[in-house]
């Protein structure tokens, strides 16, 4: 699932608070500090360029039909760019966990490579619009949050946004995500692309339409927990609750 809604990620406020969050950064050291601001400012600017572009194209051609084609660079660039965001979890210049970012990393790697890149056919329909948009807000704030935490001057209103766009443009994602990959299903069937077919030198099979129902299946599980998640996040930073994990 293509979310970007880690805590702790990239110099934001892990769930210790941000007394322990403080601590880290004295701990982190000048260097990591100041390439994680860096890093973010670039990010917040490259999504910034990305919403700018999809703004300008709309007004002039009036329509999305081709602007995916048009920003698809840019997406690339910035999206896989964003895999740093897993090395910095391995050496532990950021709190939060390995397996749950490189999941949320991979998911948006997956939507633009193997899903968007790879199926020209799909690249028209309203659905990638749908999630390019979500995304775009979603990082735009998600990356100034970070940033501005850094620079230890967080606007209230950079927090309001961080806590409550979600509500919408998470759902609106994932809804996207779910019907570009929906769309993409009659293509991936008939051309039988990325699937291995018995027999083989290697004796083994894989199908790719399969793979992608038994993924958008995985959303069903999953988008709760990741949403719910956020939403006792929301409670606890803007509302001040103390929120008590359950133990499986």
């Known amino acids: 699932m293509a979310s970007s809604e880690d805590e702790g990620g990239n110099g934001g406020p892990s769930e210790a608070g941000e007394e322990k969050e403080t601590v880290k950064k004295r701990r982190r050291g000048f260097l990591a500090t100041a390439w994680l601001t860096f890093y973010n400012i670039a990010m917040t600017a490259g999504w910034l360029v990305l919403a700018v572009a999809m703004v300008r194209f709309y007004m002039e051609k009036g329509t999305h039909k081709g602007l995916y084609k048009s920003i698809q660079k840019t997406l690339k660039f910035f999206q896989t760019f964003a895999l740093l965001e897993i090395v910095h979890c391995i050496i532990g210049i950021v709190p939060t966990s390995v397996i749950v970012t490189g999941v949320q990393v991979s998911s948006r790697i ?87 077919r018995l027999p083989n030198k290697y004796n083994v099979s894989f199908d790719y339409y399969y793979f992608l129902l038994i993924t958008m299946a995985s959303y069903i599980p999953l988008f709760p927990q990741l949403y719910f998640h956020m939403l006792r996040q929301r409670r606890k930073v803007l509302h001040g609750e103390v929120i008590v994990e359950k133990d499986d």
């Not at 990638?128 to 948009?133: A, D, G, I, N, T």
């Not at 501005?148 to 961080?162: D, E, Q, S, T, V």
């Open 110 to 196: 997956f939507m633009v490579w193997l899903i968007t890149h790879s199926i020209k056919p799909i690249q028209n329909e309203d659905s990638v619009v749908l999630f390019l948009v979500a995304w775009t807000v979603t990082e735009i704030t998600r990356y100034s949050f970070y940033t501005f935490n850094l620079l230890n001057h967080l606007p209230y209103f950079i927090k309001w946004a961080r806590y409550n766009f979600f509500i919408i443009l998470y759902p609106v994602g994932v809804v996207g995500e779910l019907l570009t990959i929906y769309a993409a299903l009659p293509y991936v069937k008939k051309t039988g692309m990325f699937s291995l």
